[in-house]
Structure formats: C-alpha cells, structure tokens
C-alpha cells in the first residue's frame, strides 16, 4: 500500500477511535468509570406507557433494563482497554491514558454497583431511582467474570452458586443450553412481547421465549468464566454436555422453525425465529477456554496451560503474541 493511501487510512481509523471512546467518556456517570444508558431502567415507566412501553438496553430485549448495566459496562470495560492499545499504537497516547484510567474506573466501581450478597449474583441493572434487578442470569455473571471485573475467589463462588442453583432444581438438558433467567420475569420488568406473564410474577409464562427459556446465545461468557476461573473441570464437562446436539447437528432449526429457544419442561420452541449465528457462538469455548488461546493485537496469546498439545499448535499459527496477555484487556 502506497505510504500516503496507508497515513490517510491510519487518520480514518484514528478518528473512527477517537469518536467511540470519547462517546464512552461522555456516557461516564458520576466519574466512576461505569457509563449510564439514557434509559432510566425504572420498568413502571414503561409500564404506564401502555402496548409502546419497551425498554431496554441490554443483549435480552424481551427484559426491560436501563441506566447502569452490567452485561453493558463489562463490554465497556474491555472496549476501553483495547482502544488504548490501537490509541497508543497511533501515538495518541494521552487519549489512550485517558480510556485505561476509565477502564480503571470502572474495574473500582463494578463489584460494589453490581454485585449482591444477599442472592448471591452479579445483578442485570441498576435504576435511576436506585433499585437493583437480577433474575440469575448466566451471561450478566459470566460477561462480568470472563471479562475481568469480579475478584477469582468470588468469582469461584458465583459460578458454583450457579451450577448448585441448576442442579437443585434438576436441570439436565444442558444439549439445549442453559436457561437465560433462573427466575421468572415479573410482568412489570418483561416488554410486551412473547413471554409477558399475566400474573404479576411472571411464572405463568416461564420457558416462553426470554422469560426462563434454554438456549446456547451468550453462554460462551459462562463457559469462558468457569475456564478463566480455574474451574476446568466443571467447563469441560458443561461444554461437552452443551454440545451433542451440535454434534448430530440438531442444535438449531429452519427459519421460523422457533428452535433458537426451548422450553424447560417439554422441550417444545418457544423462539420465533429458529436459526441464529449466535447459537453457535459457544462453541468458540474450545479454543479460548480449553486451549486458552486470545487473539490481541499483537497476534494469538495463550492464556491457558501450556501443554504439548499448544506446543504442536503454534506454528501453525502465523503471529503468535511474545507475551500472555489478559484476555479482558
């Protein structure tokens, strides 16, 4: 590439950073790093808007959320972390400074905003008028854990709390996925769509679509949790349950077939829509998890055991990185 359509490139792409990490410093709420939807998360707000009352801000849009998101800021955090590596690679290093000390902001600020003792959860989002809402979701825990925001001991704990609330419960098809909620959605904090309940708990739609339904979307982030943890073991054998329908390729269906969704007691789809990427997207596990590999800019990190098996895998690898690096950075 000629040297001038290269620099005219490298100015696009630093503008192009620029613009998404100062559009994080101004969504920063109260100089704690975290940023706040313009979305209050107050689900009555909604509610009193009628049929047009949906809210959210949040991967699940069947749940109202808004304002401080957990699921939200731990894809901030990492967000913040690799735009300093590109700013510093383009010498704008004081901009770069500026992403990592919100990065570190942040980091501060997750655990005590997000995290409660009393359900033993990482929880999906906090009010503008205060109140916390989780429904024990395993992708608001395992985003915060697989992307670095919640202390190993603790992290330990949360995940096995999780893995003891599925086995109580006797939860065995782990072929389907895992359940997006453990809790009912109460109707109040569900959109009006599929899966609202009539009853104020939500328990009369529970395994409808969002409200309580199996599926493998996000679940990467739990997986990737329990691997980054330590807890191999419980990742290995909750992967290799996780993917025998894939294996038969059963795990999705035709368009509209409604098989992107399960319910927890028959089986039967409650989705709509039946074939997604985003079914797939655990899979990815195997290699970020069990080998503990970690594309960064620098080329591919190994942040797992460094075994025989890695050894035979890297020359075959074009940039291997010099260094580990931390996959939440």
Known sequence: MPRDEEAHHERHGLQAIRSYTQ???????????LIASEQSGIPEEAEAAGPAGNMQCQWADGVRSGHLESYVNAHAFR?????????ER?????EAAAARAQAARLHTNF????????SQQIMQWVARDGRRFGFHSHMHLGAAVALGLVPEELAKELLRDYLGRLAARGFTRFEWGLPIFLDPIPAVCHNNWSGKGIEEDGSDQVGIYQNGSIHTHQTWYFLQALYRSGLRPEANRLFLQMTSLVRRGQLCGGLHSGVDWRHPVDGRPTGYEGLLAEQFHFLLVAITGYLGCELTIDGLALNGPKTGRIRQLQPNFARWAARDTDPAK
Do not use: K, N
């Open 79 to 87: 967000s913040l972390h690799r735009a300093a590596d590109l700013l």
């Open 111 to 118: 655990v005590p905003t997000f995290y409660d003792a009393g």
């Open 90 to 94: 383009l010498d704008a290093r004081e």
């Open 23 to 33: 559009a994080l410093r101004s969504l920063e709420y109260q100089g704690l790093g």
